[in-house]
């Protein structure tokens, strides 16, 4: 069953306070800017049954203590389709929201643009996504809510263009409303679920668990900080390994602690964001979202110790971009025996997912930390690094390549791994002496053994 609540009931929901801003008004034309016979009727109607002038509803208010301007759409108003007078509404409640350094949440419905007004209609899409570019510049966030429906224009502009997109269940997300979609379509990919799976939403969330989780996600976007977010303690083994190959094993370990359990122990509570906006998720193979610290927002970006998949890479550099944006500062766990390197990563796009994510690192104006947790296996690892600030736990490695294929790039046989392991000085306590890395925290390194 889906949620079919009106613009004001979904407000009443989610919000404490809500007062609307007061909207431009535009001088009426005849039966609309094309002289659609029978558009005043329409609208007229629209308005008797739905009590509202136009398919948008916009204001202020506190949701769980933090105040955002509120965009939330009527469908029951011409199937909350956007016009020229939605457009109005729109522009007004963005700039108010830059004006008074306000977060925004769209709570969309809309079956997209207006046929009544045609290509005047569409055109409000680019006057949207002005709006919204202008709000990104401005360092505010923006956190979209999928009502059903939600598609069309609605779906490619307010929607898919928002930071964080939150979904109701069994919402109907897409591009292609039902009435315009192949014969042959598969219903099911035009869900929220869908969407979810596909990595263009971030999550679906439950009616009655609305109003705290937007609450929480304004909360946390909304802690701008320009300290370095505070390295984690190791969690692991804390004396130093003795070989080369001794680290590669004790990263290996299947009891060494993992990229869960540092960011359980670590934020007093996250949320994530899921997908690479691509058509890409690797959510077994990188953790990202934005979580408490010690009473500050710092967003995470963490390998789970598996190669990483070029989603995983593209939603990394997607949260390190977004937090450079909100200027919160990063945390990056390194963990992973190297990027994923079979044909399908490669038709996915593996080179220009990793180049993307160094590039993500260096450009970083908010200060990124990284720890080395376990695996650091060759550029795979190094693209989550951050220069000049990262630093290892007494249970990890980190090397140009792990030691079985350097040796069988060096022609040599498997009984000369474990020597070619100390060679390459991989252990952490090597790393800070070659410059590398800083020393682990709460444990002096700089002394090798």
Known sequence: MTDRRTAREILAAVTDDFTELPHPERAAQPDGPLAWQGYDASRARAAERTGEQE?????????????????????????????ERTGDRLEAAYTYARDHRLPVVPLTATGGSRMQEGMLALSQLQRVARQSVLTREAGLPQIAVLRDPTTGGGWATLGAGADVVLALPGAQVGFAGSRVRPPDADPAAYTAEAQVAAGAADAVVHPEDLRHTLGRWLGLLTGRSTAPAPVPPPLGTTDLPATGWAAVQRARSPRRPRAERYLDTYFTHRVAINGDRCGGTDPDGMLCGFGEHEGRTVAYAAQTGTATRPAGYRTAARLIRLADRLGIPVLTLVDTPGAANDAEAERQGAGAAIADLFGAVAAARTPVTTLLIGEGGSGGALALAAPGNTWATPDSYFSVIAPEPAAQILKRTPAEVEATADQLRIRPQDLAELGLIRHAPHDNIEHRP
């Open 55 to 83: 398919s948008v509803v916009c204001g202020t208010a506190q949701v769980e203590g933090v105040r955002a301007v509120l965009i939330a759409f009527e469908f029951g108003f011409l199937g909350g389709s956007l016009g």
